[in-house]
Antibody, heavy 119, light 107 residues
Framework: QVQLLQSGAEVKKPGASVKVSCKASGYTFNIYYMHWVRQAPGQGLEWMGLFNPSGSRTNFAQKFQGRVAMTRDTSTSTVYMELRSLKSEDTAVYYC????????????WGQGTLVTVSS | SYVLTQPPSVSVAPGKTARITCGGNNIGTKSVHWYQQKPGQAPVLVINYDSDRPSGIPERFSGSNSGNTATLTISRVEAADEADYYCQVWDTSSDVVFGGGTKLTVL
């Protein structure tokens, strides 16, 4: 079945970077978008950006531009999200999620990765 | 950037109908998708393209979208429907936008 398996929880210090992985299985990896969405404790969903496998294009929310990168490894069907210059406000659960395409919905979500930023 | 406005909370008695709204400028011209999220779990798609129900979602869930308001309707509400609900659209800059979420409480 379609599955997105994310890497484990991370604890980082302010100013550091974190790289979260998302391994896809059960579908043709290079056809679908991969979104990254985060959720701070007790808060709502916040879209960070997406990786479009067509041409390896990315689109980031303005809030994260300059601080986030999204890459993929086709050989392992894995997408990575790296967030730099971490602040305490970046403490959140980070989800990867499969998207059907522009204008469309998200149909499969990873289990989430908790990133804690604390000195 | 495009803003989606949801009521923070909605309460409903079991067996009654819950309506969760999602407001946005001319949202009726966009496709609206709805997600359900229970505590400690990832979101689950319950309605896509305004009113389509994915496989496995009960017929009690329905959606509509017109003018400046999209609505998720849950008929014959059950205790298991208690969750947070989020609407989602794409804005003109090809960004994904989520509403702030609505906590549905089953009394």
């Amino acid at each position: 079945q379609v599955q997105l398996l994310q890497s484990g929880a991370e604890v980082k210090k302010p100013g550091a970077s974190v790289k979260v992985s998302c391994k896809a299985s059960g579908y043709t990896f290079n056809i679908y978008y991969m979104h990254w969405v985060r959720q701070a404790p007790g808060q709502g969903l916040e879209w960070m950006g997406l990786f479009n496998p067509s041409g390896s294009r990315t689109n980031f929310a303005q809030k994260f531009q300059g601080r986030v990168a999204m890459t993929r490894d086709t050989s392992t069907s894995t997408v990575y999200m790296e967030l730099r210059s971490l602040k305490s406000e970046d403490t959140a659960v980070y989800y990867c999620a499969r998207g059907i395409g522009s204008g469309s919905h998200i149909d499969v979500w990873g289990q989430g990765t908790l990133v804690t930023v604390s000195s | 950037s495009y803003v989606l406005t949801q009521p923070p909370s909605v309460s409903v008695a079991p067996g009654k109908t819950a309506r969760i709204t999602c407001g946005g400028n001319n949202i009726g011209t966009k496709s609206v998708h709805w997600y359900q999220q229970k505590p400690g779990q990832a979101p689950v798609l319950v309605i896509n393209y305004d009113s389509d129900r994915p496989s496995g979602i009960p017929e009690r869930f329905s959606g509509s979208n017109s003018g400046n308001t999209a609505t998720l309707t849950i008929s014959r509400v059950e205790a298991a429907d208690e969750a947070d609900y989020y609407c989602q659209v794409w804005d003109t800059s090809s960004d994904v936008v989520f509403g702030g979420g609505t906590k549905l409480t089953v009394l």
